[in-house]
């Protein structure tokens, strides 16, 4: 589950609009904004993809982000 509170932050830490990152992982805003909210998931790809754009460089933070308990 998402952790939607933190990776919106680090969205707003990198400066990136969202569209950019939607653009990068090929999906759609719709698409991110299901996934974001824990309607539907993130791929592997993905996760990997908002880790490098948004300078995502620990587990523990990939972890905390993407493999949340409670979004």
Wanted: glycine share 4%.
């Amino acid at each position: 589950m998402v952790n939607t509170e933190l990776l919106n932050l680090k969205i707003q830490e990198s400066g990136l609009k969202k569209s950019q990152l939607c653009k990068a992982m090929g999906i759609t805003y719709q698409a991110f904004r299901l996934k974001r909210n824990n309607v539907s998931a993130f791929t592997s790809q993905e996760v990997n993809t908002l880790c490098e754009l948004l300078d995502i460089t620990t587990m523990s933070e990939m972890k905390k982000i993407f493999f949340s308990k409670n979004g």
